[in-house]
């Protein structure tokens, strides 16, 4: 063979190896949406028609001392189909039972909550900073109950991975604003989003100071519409890296589209 066609050939393979690996880039980068598109999805993944559920709640402290509360819970999606509402109540014990909260989800502006307190035979509103305060003395913050605006963060996919056995995106996230920062009390989110469903099954959270704050996990998922692709989990933890404490809460009886009231989310119907 001459070595002017030997170099022929090797150049020809060298530019037919370059355009296929291009071209498989492009096909993967194509077949994987953008962070955005992702957070879109994860934004959704939850959100059915209406739920009914009964939890159990766990507080562990740092020193390993539980301490376990018993909660109602309902949701139903608005007549939007983006934004939903919800109101739980807390069945026991005897401290805690009757307070109640009730979130309802805007998409055009500032979220609602109210929470009563039978003590005081009150119900308090509570504003935008409340969001990054504990929920009912929990690890989750009233801001982790009410599904985060994709468009209050901003947001990249840093790559994707396994977690466990399922294969998931790793989005990063961090606030579009000084507002979104200062009320939810995170500097930067970090969630790991498993393909399949788009759940959050992972997340690691930093304080404003960035330091790591909370770690989150979401187990047995469960898609409860699958019609609409919808997805519930069975038990969800959040750990406060700082203090050492955790929350876990386990969703023992679950019905789904069965029809619930409008009444139910009313501020009448939360200090019943």
């Known amino acids: 063979m001459k ?33 955005v598109e992702i957070m879109k999805r994860n934004f959704v993944s939850g959100k059915l028609r209406d739920t009914t559920q009964m939890m159990t709640m766990v507080l562990i402290d740092a020193r390993g001392i539980r301490r376990e509360r ?44 109210w929470i009563y ?21 929990s690890d989750f913050a009233y801001g982790d109950v009410i599904t985060p605006k994709v468009d209050n963060w901003k947001h990249t996919l840093l790559r994707t991975e396994k977690c466990g056995s399922e294969d998931c995106y790793v989005v990063e996230s961090v606030p579009a604003s000084k507002d979104v920062e200062r009320n939810s009390g995170y500097g930067k989110r970090v969630q ?26 979401a187990y047995d998922l469960w898609e409860a519409d699958k019609a609409l692709h919808r997805w519930l989990v069975k038990k969800i933890t959040m750990k406060n890296v ?30 019943r």
């Open 117 to 137: 307190l039978p003590a005081m035979k009150k119900i308090r509103r509570l504003v935008a900073s409340n969001k990054k305060d504990s929920f009912m003395g």
């Open 192 to 217: 790991w989003i498993e393909r399949a469903s788009y759940v959050t099954i992972r997340g690691e959270y930093s304080d404003l100071a960035g330091r790591p704050f909370k770690e989150f996990h």
């Open 70 to 113: 018993k909660v109602e819970s309902y949701s139903k999606l608005l007549e939007n189909g983006i934004d939903q509402t919800r109101i739980a109540r807390f069945l026991s014990p005897p401290d805690v039972i009757g307070t109640a909260t009730l979130t309802r989800e805007n998409s055009a502006g500032d979220d609602d909550i």
């Open 242 to 271: 700082q203090t050492g404490s955790i929350t876990e809460i386990a969703f023992d009886e679950m019905k789904v589209n069965t029809g619930v009231k409008d009444e139910v989310f009313t501020e009448r119907y939360l200090a």
């Open 3 to 35: 070595p002017n066609f030997l170099r022929i050939v090797l150049t020809t393979a060298l530019l037919y190896a370059a355009a296929f690996e291009s071209s498989s880039a492009l096909k993967a980068q194509e077949a994987s949406p953008d962070a």
